[in-house]
């Protein structure tokens, strides 16, 4: 076992009190940053900026230490899966969608997920463990070489969402650093409108990345009444939806009334009426939104089904109506269980209730 501190877990400034802790400069953060996320290199040896005796130095105290894929997956439409080992037990999966002006890569936060959303395939997985800022970032790294980004220095990723495996909000500290990496002109250098949190609302944490970042907020709010949405969302119980959109407010306002994105999952004859809608409509009237239907994807033992064309055109046409921009999401690279929900990777333990007392989740 090493306990060499891995140069992946750190954003800038972590990195730079880092070097100053081991007598170097500050700047030489800036330095180790554009190697490994502009040029793409991993390997102290090449970092011909540095003096021999910091690449040695560097060499003896500290790694830059990648997971490694394990599989790879192309959907016919375009879509890439990429299976992480993040170590002896565990894997994570990583999706790339490809779209005409853009190129999303969808990033997992945890191994697993400790929340119990009813239709989600990754919850019935369990939950493992929070990744590490490297175990995260290293995605986004690995997918940008896999697509020839440190060769062509041509971005293809312009977007990343945390819509993977795991609740984002609830590996804060870690996803924070990421999405510094992710904007950091000597990182990956994205807008932060290009970078989206999608959470299932936990409202203290979105408060803070208020504070603490500016990037894109999606919500999955998939219910617009109390009674169904702790039913299937049961994080609901905690951050009832008064509480939640009230969060959403004060995050569109912080961020010059930027819409939140909201996330509705569109399941038959559970969330899906005309009335459902309306009140989604009623839910979403103090702040900006746009909705993003998703129909439901399904997996083996589901009890779950997805609501057909016709009901989720009318529940479309209800919230346009209201003045709400919706749109149905494309469902991409389900053939290789790649879309929203289908994401497992490989969790080891299963540790739901266990994990579940620690965060206060009731
Ligand atoms: N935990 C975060 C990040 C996961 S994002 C969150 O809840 O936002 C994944 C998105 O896909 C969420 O909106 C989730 O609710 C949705 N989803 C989960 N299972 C799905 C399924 N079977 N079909 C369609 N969408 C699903």
Wanted: proline share 3%; net charge neutral.
């Amino acid at each position: 076992m090493t306990d060499k501190p891995n140069l992946l877990d750190f954003d800038l400034k972590k990195l730079e009190s880092y070097f100053v802790e081991i007598g170097e400069k500050s700047f030489r953060a800036e330095q180790i940053l554009k190697w490994i996320y502009h040029q793409g290199v991993i390997e102290f040896n090449y970092m011909t900026n540095l003096s021999k005796e910091l690449r040695a130095r560097l060499k003896d105290n500290a790694v830059i230490k990648l997971p490694e894929i394990i599989a790879h997956q192309q959907s016919s439409d375009g879509t890439q899966k990429w299976l992480i080992q993040i170590d002896n037990h565990n894997s994570v999966e990583t999706v790339f969608i490809p779209e005409d002006d853009r190129g999303t890569l969808c990033i997992s936060s945890q191994v697993g997920c400790p929340l119990d959303c009813k239709f989600c395939s990754t919850a019935q997985q369990g939950f493992n463990r929070n990744l590490t800022t490297g175990e995260i970032i290293a995605q986004v790294w690995l997918a940008n070489k896999a697509l020839g980004y440190f060769k062509n220095n041509k971005r293809i990723i312009t977007n990343i969402v945390f819509m993977g495996m795991g609740e984002p909000l609830l590996n804060y500290d870690n996803v924070l650093k990421a999405i510094n990496l992710l904007t950091d002109d000597f990182a990956f250098g994205l807008a932060r409108r290009r970078v989206t949190v999608s959470t299932s609302g936990i409202v203290p944490e979105i408060d803070r990345l208020k504070e603490e970042s500016n990037v894109s907020l999606a919500i999955s709010l998939h219910a617009s009444n109390d009674e169904l949405r702790s039913n299937i969302v049961p994080i609901n119980r905690s951050y009832p939806l008064d509480k939640l959109l009230a969060a959403c407010k004060r995050y569109t306002q912080a961020r010059d009334n930027d819409p939140v994105t909201i996330e509705y999952v569109m399941l038959r004859d559970i969330n899906d009426s005309l009335e459902d809608a309306r009140e989604l409509a009623r839910c979403l009237r103090d702040f900006p939104a746009k909705v993003n239907l998703i129909p439901f994807n399904s997996f083996p033992g589901t009890h779950y089904s997805c609501s057909d064309i016709e009901t989720i055109n009318a529940f479309r046409e209800i919230l346009i109506k209201s003045g709400i921009i919706t749109v149905t999401r494309k469902t991409r690279g389900d053939d290789i269980d790649a879309a929203c929900g289908q994401l497992v990777g490989k969790v080891s333990a299963r540790s739901i209730r266990h994990q579940k007392s620690q965060i206060g989740i009731t």
